[in-house]
């Protein structure tokens, strides 16, 4: 299969009063590792069960490599399957359940024991192919889940939150072995999930999913360093970008009053006239900040150490800043720099991590890719 167009899809449940999908466009390229992000009850679960032929479209179209995909089962879809909600056959041994897709579609037995083992032995399942499911942890579960999913060669592979059952240290093991598996077979794959640490982990590209609706479709680097919204600014990035009220000076600055007085920020590009003298969103991004014990003029903000939060290579501060609503904001340094609570200390916002926000919609200029 090359691609996946998604065309003004919606889904309304019966009996619900909203829609849960709302006229969301995005194409899946060819061989294209796509993760859809979003918060829980976005529609993630939703669309992807479109696409599997699980739900019905409600209005719109699904196409597969230009064929229109809407009235046929998940079987003439020909696509892979892994839910957070593993239905695996309880009755069968968990050789059997990875085998099944493979005697589904006629392959002899020598070719079919091939493919188990292999993909048995990728996903840590030797020593448990003669146990029966229910006898396996959650997690386990979720592993032959995914085996039994990855184990033949579908057009597309749908995985709705496959590993969230497994701990931290076997996630990122198995998000290593998800992309490697992807990349050896040449297929397409999309990928439901609300973390955005693994989205960022798996991804060709992400589609931000909220309220039913797309929110920015890109690489990891268009949407950190040019969000579509104030929403996809915030969601992603952990910790996640700081938000400050400011006003417009002119065409190139922005001011943050504070007891300190008026704190000039230049800004790169130019800012519509429009918003000259108005009150505008200032975004800066914890990881972006530097942070001195001087005073250093320009594009500078003093604030005080309220939290200190080591977490291994880096620390995180929390800061309060001498602005009218003493905003609270997160910078973070790396873990070899000391800083005491209480301490102020001087936050650098060069103009080129700078971005401006008017309610949700973001304000030119933006930043380079
Ligand atoms: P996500 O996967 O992002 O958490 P879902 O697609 O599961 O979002 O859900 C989107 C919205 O649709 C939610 O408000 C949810 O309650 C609703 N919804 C999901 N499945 C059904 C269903 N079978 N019947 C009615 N409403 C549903």
Known sequence: MSRV??????????????????????????????????????????????LAGLEDITRGEIRFD?????????????????????????????????????????????????????????????????????????????????????????NLTLLDEPISHMDQRVRAEMRALIRHIHDTMGNTTVYVTHDQAEAIALCDRIAIINGGMLQQIGTVAEIWNRPANKFVAFFVGEPAMNFVTGVVQDGRSVVIPTDQGAKVFRIAGEIDGR???????????????????????????????????????????TMDLSDAK???????????????PGEVLWLRWPSEIIHLFDGEVPVTPQQPG
């Open 326 to 340: 003493k905003t609270e904001l997160k910078v973070v340094v790396p873990a070899t720099e000391r800083y005491a």
């Open 5 to 50: 167009d998604i065309d003004h899809v919606w889904k309304v449940y019966p009996r619900a009063n909203t829609a849960a999908v709302k006229d969301l466009t995005f194409t899946v390229n060819h061989k294209e590792f796509l993760v859809i992000l979003g918060p829980s009850g976005g529609g993630k679960s939703s669309t992807l069960r479109m």
């Open 66 to 154: 230009g064929k229109v995909v809407n009235n046929l089962g998940p079987a003439e879809r020909n696509v892979a399957l892994a839910f957070e909600s593993y239905a695996l056959y309880q009755r069968l041994t968990v050789y059997e359940n990875i085998a099944f897709p493979l005697r589904a579609k006629g392959m002899k037995q020598p070719e079919v024991h091939r493919k188990v083992t292999e993909i048995a032995e990728r996903f840590a399942l030797t020593p448990v192919l003669k146990k029966h499911p229910s006898s396996l942890a959650g997690g386990q579960q979720q592993r032959v889940s995914l085996a039994r999913a990855l184990v033949r060669q579908p």
């Open 275 to 317: 918003y000259v003298g108005r009150e505008i969103t200032v975004g800066v991004r914890p990881q972006q900040i530097t942070v001195s014990r001087e005073e250093d003029g320009e594009n500078t903000i003093p604030g005080r150490v309220r939290l200190i939060e080591f977490r291994g290579e880096i620390t995180v501060l």
